[in-house]
């Protein structure tokens, strides 16, 4: 079995990475030529890298006829809500036409393949506090850049089901952290300040957005063993909520790195970390992909931000 993984090398890519070749699977990832390796350099001697730019269509056809791939994970994307603000057309651009020359390469070169698409819960956007927990159901909403491109790349997965037969499962991912996230966002900025603090590398005070927002956090780890399933059980032209079922406040977040950490820090709001808009709460859930599937996550939510903070004092 041949599976490829676009942006191999960012978090969730390594992951994926990890647990495809624990289940003897081919891997192959696509980088770009900035790509930063860091994330898969324990990987190298086993998985093939592809340079591949996913918004030029020639480059994702040489992709797809050079690797010819079982399952395609895709992965790859601009994933950061504030960033989509900033450069909301490179946004968009990214993601959906990225996504676009994948299925348009499949459907030239006529190949047999199953394709799992990382759409995101942002897609519901605005949720009144009495519509949770989301179904896959509830209204999409969309309040920023991000998540209309990846309402864009839901549909189409359905639109080239419908249109071609291409066999395309979308995966609607609540938040998800773990060793690797990407500094950017909220459970690994305030890890890393915290580390940072304990190593006095900087003053102890703590920077933070809007910590009244809600979110349903999954360990990474628990995220890729369900994408693997997704393609595995998963049926084409559907969506699944990934999630974990429940959901805390960015400030309980907080609390918890804090009460795993011995050191005094002060904490002070940032407004450039305030948004636009900003989605109030988000809930999953995810019974529909567990009856498909048998999945549910396995890993505490205390255990994934213990594994995070040592990452960043281990940096
Ligand atoms: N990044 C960040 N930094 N967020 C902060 C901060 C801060 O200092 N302080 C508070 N927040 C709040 C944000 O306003 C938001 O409400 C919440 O923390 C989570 O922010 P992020 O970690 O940036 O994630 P996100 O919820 O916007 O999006 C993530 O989850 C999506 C799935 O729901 C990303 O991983 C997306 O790519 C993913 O699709």
């Avoid at 491109?149 to 997965?157: E, W």
């Amino acid at each position: 079995m041949k599976a490829l993984i676009t942006g191999i090398s960012g978090f969730v890519g390594s992951h994926l990475a990890e647990y495809l070749l624990k289940n003897n699977t081919e891997v192959y990832g696509t980088i770009r030529h900035r790509s930063r390796m860091n994330h898969i350099q324990h990987l190298m001697n086993d998985v093939n890298l592809v340079e591949c730019e996913l918004r030029d269509p020639f480059s994702v056809e040489n992709l797809i006829q050079d690797v010819k791939p079982d399952l395609i994970f895709h992965l790859a994307a601009q994933s950061f809500v504030p960033t989509s603000w900033n450069s909301p057309i490179d946004t968009i651009h990214n993601n959906v036409a990225g996504q676009v020359n994948i299925f348009e390469a499949v459907r030239r070169f006529n190949l047999d393949c199953k394709i799992q698409i990382a759409c995101s819960s942002e897609e519901y956007g605005y949720v009144d506090p009495t519509e949770v927990p989301i179904t896959e159901l509830n209204p999409i909403r969309p309040l920023s850049p991000y998540a209309i491109s990846k309402v864009a790349q839901d549909y189409l997965g359905y639109q080239y089901y419908k249109s071609y037969g291409l066999h395309v499962v979308c995966t609607r991912t609540f938040n998800h952290t773990g060793p690797r996230r990407g500094e950017n966002f909220v459970t690994s900025n305030f890890a890393k300040q915290i580390a940072e603090i304990e190593k006095g590398l900087k003053a102890p005070v703590l920077y933070v957005g809007n910590l009244q927002a809600q979110r349903d956090f999954t360990d990474v780890r628990d995220v890729v063993h369900a994408y693997w399933l997704a393609l595995e059980k998963g049926d084409p032209g559907e969506v699944y909520n990934i999630a974990s079922g429940s959901c805390c406040t960015i400030q309980e977040m907080l609390n918890l790195l804090l009460s795993l950490s011995t050191v005094q820090i002060e904490i002070k709001e940032d407004p450039a970390r305030l948004r636009p808009s900003d989605v109030e709460i988000l809930l999953g859930d995810y019974s529909k992909f567990h009856k498909k599937t048998g999945w549910k996550p396995e890993i505490p939510f205390t255990q994934t931000m213990e594994d995070l903070l040592n990452y960043w004092r281990a940096i």
